[in-house]
């Protein structure tokens, strides 16, 4: 059974003033304040979409870029949330994290250093929930396979699916969800291997949007709302039926702190108990 995109809160960590880049000559290409600006106009859109927002104040003595992607830090599917085991876990904010979730979740675990004897490396850009199925990339510098065991094991009521990357990019910035039941890819290379990866393995059938801009591929499904990049010149959005809604936002700078964009937020159902789950 499909379960349908819902999601009633958002947590974000708000942009500091500083942020520490290992790339010193990207650092001085960012417009900071432009790069507030446009967060502050995704939460906004995402409050449109009938979600409350839940901010962490911007931790100035650290301010490393990883420590502004909280969907990194967490996987949150059917009341259950799962902190991850990222490879710059010391940049993750798992206390506050966890504090919050206790209230919008029935049950909080935490990946384990090892699996079957081996490390664990996960992160959350690297996890595909379709609302049938899960889609795990596995990738050098990412996620590995024993990351997606734990998620397997985790998550046993669902399939799991890990899918080869043969790059530095986690698995969101090919894919994603754009409505209910479709997905976006492009038909660059590497798209193209996972999607037929994906096509073969999945336990269902998807319909597929295919774009022009491999920027453009990572959006936001919420609430029957698609928010996507206007700053890219994709067209092809405008294919998806309703009751899917188009919400269009700009970043070009917070794209270049990080990508994908749904780094910057991490989408959670509310559940109140273990019988509300499906609901």
């Known amino acids: ?14 942009i500091p003033s500083k942020i520490k880049f290992d790339d010193k000559k990207l650092a001085k290409s960012i417009d900071l304040v432009a790069a507030r ?19 962490l104040a911007p931790d100035e003595n650290v301010a490393e870029t990883f420590s502004l992607f909280p969907d990194d830090w967490s996987i949150v599917i059917n009341g259950t949330a799962l902190l991850t085991r990222p490879k710059k876990q010391s940049a993750c ?12 979740t029935w049950q909080i675990l935490e990946t384990p250093e090892q699996e079957h004897g081996k490390p664990v490396i996960l992160e959350g850009s690297d996890v595909l929930f379709t609302g049938k199925e899960i889609f795990v990339g596995i990738r050098k510098n990412g ?21 080869q990357i043969n790059t530095k ?8 969800v754009a409505a209910d039941g479709v997905l976006t890819t492009t038909n660059e290379k590497e798209s193209v291997s996972i999607r037929t990866k994906m096509e073969r393995e999945a336990a269902h059938r998807y319909k597929v949007l295919t774009l ?20 890219v010149g994709e067209l092809k959005f405008g ?4 009751p899917t809604e188009l919400w269009g936002i700009t970043a070009t700078e ?26």
């Open 239 to 242: 294919l998806l039926e309703r």
């Open 254 to 279: 917070l794209s270049k702190i990080g990508y994908p964009i749904s780094k910057f937020c991490l989408l959670v159902k509310k559940i109140k108990s273990a019988k509300s789950v499906m609901s």
């Open 37 to 55: 600006k446009e967060q502050e106009d995704l939460n906004e859109t995402l409050r449109e979409a009938g979600v409350d927002i839940i901010e």
């Open 1 to 14: 059974m499909l379960q349908k995109m819902r999601y009633t809160h958002a947590i974000v960590v708000r």
């Open 212 to 231: 022009e801009k491999e920027e453009a591929v990572n959006c936001i499904s919420v609430n029957n709302h698609l928010i996507f990049r206007t700053d």
């Open 93 to 104: 904010r798992f206390q506050e994290i966890k504090g919050i979730l206790k209230d919008l």
């Open 169 to 176: 990019h986690p698995l969101k910035y090919y894919v994603s």
């Open 143 to 163: 996620t590995n396979l024993e990351g997606a065991l734990v998620v397997g094991r985790i998550f046993a009521d669902l399939p799991v699916i890990p899918i």
